[in-house]
């Protein structure tokens, strides 16, 4: 069996892999997953994998902590292998020669969060889970319904109430029992732990099960293979940074993960600066980015990007942990930035919603700011798709047009 248990990311204490754990006993802190480096290497090779016909993250299994979930041909098996476009237009509005988007708002159920969900709920049928839990803000929740509907399992989501309606009905088309909690995110994150160990229930919460991370970090996998050009050999690419919005700093610490399982295994050379993006209205880790400080004071999020309105982000003393050790950076972009990086992306034929496109929002920022080169590779990660809300989408394409059908009417339309 490839996972060895689990890690404290603050004290370094080890628990054992058989244990259904979620952070450490003796402080909280958030549990990094121990793999068996050296059988990984036995079993499985780069050109192994550069040669497996799954066109999805499932063809990084011998990496991951579980063993094959079954489900063929389902939604849990069609995760992952996302598209990295390569944006000629945008990079040269920037002036970078090489500006790549990895496009996760095209996974099953349309945000980067399947990745996580499916190793879970993998984990929850291994462990014998019965029912399946999450606190969301959306997009996770849908990832959890959508991924334990393949699964045959039943799914709880617990959302605020101010969730956008499309992802509402994500969750109920999914089949979960849906609770809309009057109050926040972070109220519904500390209902849920209450619920799971009142009722017995497989708690799947951003950046408290240390699973979702290793699920999250295949993207960092796709990003150096897709990147590495056709008969390479001897290791793959890596690109010069890595931009990634930042609620709960739960991608962020994942793609660090896995950029870090890749170097372990001498499978890339050296490590992507990593640079988180948060919305000026919700900028815990940023803060503390800023102050130099390693803990995190929780603010009172308000942000039209609502996957990432977090007050108390659960993952983000990892996620500083990826900026500072890469040489990156955890800094906020305004609602308004966001709006723009919606529209700019269309030009790619890439749609996003604000959460999505506040990655590009900070590449943008980070030209400005002088943070990156203009020979350099970057990548931003466009986490969710626009149609899950289209009101934001309104508010950045403006009205269109109403006419009479009559030519003359379209003439003067078109000016
Ligand atoms: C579209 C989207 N982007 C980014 C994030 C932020 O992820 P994390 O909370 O792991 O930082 C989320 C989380 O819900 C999301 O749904
Ligand atoms: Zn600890």
Not at 118 to 127: D, F, K, N, P, S
Not at 261 to 274: S, T, V
Not at 290 to 301: H, L, M, N, Q, W
Not at 389 to 412: H, N, Q, S, Y
Request: hydrophobic share 45%; aromatic share 6%; net charge negative.
């Amino acid at each position: 069996m490839k996972f060895a248990g689990y890690q404290c990311s603050t004290c370094a204490e080890q628990y054992g892999p058989d244990r259904t754990i979620y952070v450490c006993l003796k402080d909280g802190g958030n549990l990094d997953v121990l793999l068996e480096v050296g059988g990984i290497r036995k079993q499985s090779s780069l050109k192994q994998i550069r040669s497996s016909s799954d066109g999805s993250m499932w063809r990084y299994l011998p990496l991951l902590p579980v063993d094959d979930p079954g489900y063929p041909n389902s939604a849990l098996r069609a995760v992952g292998w996302t598209p990295l476009l390569r944006a000629e237009r945008l990079g040269g509005e920037l002036g970078l020669n090489e500006l790549w988007l990895k496009d996760d708002g095209r996974n099953p159920t349309a945000s980067f969060k399947d990745r996580a969900s499916a190793v879970v709920v993998a984990r929850a049928r291994e462990i014998g889970a019965e029912t399946v839990v999450t606190a969301s803000t959306g997009n996770a929740g849908a990832a959890l319904a959508g991924m334990a509907a393949a699964a045959g399992l039943p799914a709880v989501i617990l959302a605020p109430r101010t969730a956008p309606k499309a992802k509402v009905a994500q969750l109920l088309i999914f089949g979960a029992r849906v609770l809309l909690v009057e109050g926040s995110y972070d109220e519904a994150f500390d209902l849920t732990l209450e619920a799971a160990e009142a009722f017995g229930w497989y708690c799947r919460n951003t950046g408290y099960n240390p699973f979702t991370a290793e699920g999250k970090k295949t993207a960092a996998f796709e990003i150096c293979e897709q990147l590495t050009p056709a008969g390479s050999k001897s290791s793959w690419a890596v690109p010069d940074a890595l931009f990634v919005s930042v609620g709960d700093g739960n991608i962020l610490s994942g793609l660090h993960k896995g950029f870090k399982d890749l170097l372990e295994l001498g499978w890339i050379e050296r490590l992507p600066r990593l640079y988180g993006v948060q919305s000026s209205g919700s900028a815990a880790v940023a803060n503390a980015f800023r102050a130099g400080s390693s803990t995190i004071e929780p603010v009172k999020a308000n942000t039209l990007a609502d996957s990432i309105a977090v007050d108390l982000p659960r993952d983000g003393i990892r996620a500083l942990r990826a900026a500072r050790e890469t040489g990156g950076a955890v800094f906020t972009v305004e609602d308004e930035a966001i709006l723009s990086a919606i529209q700019a992306l269309g030009r790619e034929a890439v749609f996003a919603e604000p959460a999505g496109a506040a990655s590009y929002a900070g590449v943008v920022k980070a030209v400005a700011d002088g943070l990156v080169g203009s020979e350099e590779q970057i990548v931003a990660v466009i986490t969710g798709s626009g149609l899950k809300d289209v009101p934001a989408a309104m508010r950045a394409a403006g009205e269109a047009m109403v006419i009479e059908p009559t030519l003359p009417a379209l003439r003067a339309a078109l000016g």
